[in-house]
């Protein structure tokens, strides 16, 4: 059962213009959100994350949306850099026997073309 | 963030054989916690290891295939034992950083592959 999904394995986007990957969730009980971008041969790295309090927070060309509602988030990347190329991971966290679980998608690739 | 430190970076094994991961923290932390990456997959929490007390295990994942050894703050070890084809992939730690404690930072993975 996949409490998170990211139904894109893959995203094409030119220099310059906004990418945005999307992430979907089952589980309300997650309050936590997070985005991680991650390059080969390397971990992955934080790059945003957003209460569930709030809809939306931003940083720099980042911005994540979310839509309790509708149990989805996404990323925005404006503009868009081919430096970005690299698999984007959406988390979501929960409470769980004394620490906040993460659950993660699977990812999807994104491929930013001068 | 957290600097965070794994070896070996990679390795290839035998079938059988056992390999022990290191993650080494740059400063103090109270938990620690253990990922798989299998191939074209998500990653998987395995355990959460914490100082002074039994590691944690996720569901799927059992000590005698997967001991942990936490025994300092900062420095934590995962054994692959009896390794087999199935168990290659990307083993990561990561740490809790962060004003609100709730974001994971990641060291940079080991890739395993058993032959």
């Known amino acids: 059962d996949q409490q998170v999904k990211q139904n894109s394995p893959s995203l094409s986007v030119q220099e310059g213009r906004i990418s945005i990957l999307n992430c979907d969730y089952t589980n309300s009980m997650f309050d936590y959100f997070l985005w991680y971008k991650k390059y080969p041969a390397e971990g992955p790295t934080f790059l945003i994350s957003?209460?569930?309090?709030?809809d939306k927070n931003e940083d720099g060309r980042f911005t994540v949306f979310l839509n309790k509602s509708a149990k989805h988030l996404s990323l925005h990347i404006v503009p868009s850099q081919p430096g970005d190329s690299a698999v984007y991971f959406c988390?979501?966290?929960?409470?769980?026997?004394?620490?906040?679980?993460?659950?993660f998608g699977t990812g999807t690739r994104l491929l930013v073309s001068p | 963030s957290a600097v965070i430190s794994q070896k070996p970076s990679r390795d290839i094994c035998q079938r059988g054989t056992s390999l022990t991961i290191q993650c080494q923290v740059d400063s103090q932390v109270t938990m620690m916690f253990w990922y798989r990456q299998q191939p074209g997959q998500s990653l998987t929490l395995i355990a959460t290891?914490?100082?002074?007390?039994?590691?944690?295990?996720e569901s799927g994942f059992v000590i005698d295939k997967f001991p942990i050894s936490r025994p300092n703050l900062t420095f934590s070890t995962l054994t692959v034992s009896n390794m087999s084809p199935e168990d290659s992939s990307i083993y990561l730690c990561s740490v809790v950083r962060g004003r609100d404690g709730e974001t994971q930072y990641f060291g940079p993975g080991t890739r395993l592959l058993v032959l």
């Open positions: 290891a914490n100082q002074g007390s039994e590691a944690t295990y």
């Open positions: 957003i209460s569930s309090i709030k």
């Open positions: 988390a979501a966290s929960a409470f769980l026997r004394g620490f906040q679980k993460l659950v």
